[in-house]
């Protein structure tokens, strides 16, 4: 059975739904400090629970004959920068719980999402190679690069078959998104189709690697179904979908809602996000498990403008 910690989060539900509809939904059970996400409501089992207290997880894993988890529930960028000690603490001890019950109880896989934010202002910021110079300057950062140490660690010494993802900016409209540099990209719709104005948060030209909810899901499902012996990145791949600064994303909200206007007025985040590459290269994705993107900027839009 399949364990989700961090169900009710921005990929949580929508991850949670997938993995239902493709294993069955008594076979998926959804846990969160939160109570329970009206999307859930209904559609399988869940659990509360506090992935810092392992006790607690060691015991929900057995009783619940748990054989795989993900494990979603992280303190995001911007939100770390105003307490680093509790994200980090969150963020790494909560990876650390999982990784140690894996191997305890052997568990068949483990899925843990890294981000492009482990990148920082010395690594090359256009077409970001898998291995390259990695500094990351935000504590989420930070804390995704020491994850993903742990990630091959644990698989190298111990064979946790663990795998990771380096996702892009994640734009959904589902679940509510959790404390991001890149949510400007969700704000900006519900601004758009309520006043048909938005005042972003990142100056214009701010490029970032982004990518549509329904393919970051896919690729994370592809990647856990993907046979181990292709897996040959265990820190965590990079991925990629498209790239887009706030001055495109309100041009092509525009072609949609004509009198929608854009204004500026960057703030902390602007230099989180400057930090970050504006575009990666996931070759290794596509070389070693078929990875390929099915949203673009204009399709996505789309999208998002006929589902808020
Ligand atoms: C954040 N949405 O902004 C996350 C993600 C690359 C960005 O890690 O913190």
Redesign the pocket.
Known sequence: KILVIGACGQIGVELTLALRKMYGDSNVVASDLREEHDLLKGTGPYVSLDVMNKEMLHVLVIRHNITQVYLLAAI???TGEKNPLLAWHINMQSLLNVLDIAKEENLDKIYWPS???VFGPNSPAAETPQHTIIEPTTI?GISKFAGERWCEYYNHRFGVDVRSLR????ISYKSA?GG????YAIEIFHEAKEHKKYTSFLSENTYLPMMYMPDAIRATIELMEADASKIAVRSAYNLSAMSFSPKEIGAEIKKHIPEFTMAYEPDYRQQIADG?PNSIDDSLARQDWGWKPEYDLARMTEDMLRNI
């Open positions: 995001l960028s911007a981000s492009i934010a989420y996702y892009p900016g994640l998104p991001g540099t890149t949510d970050w």
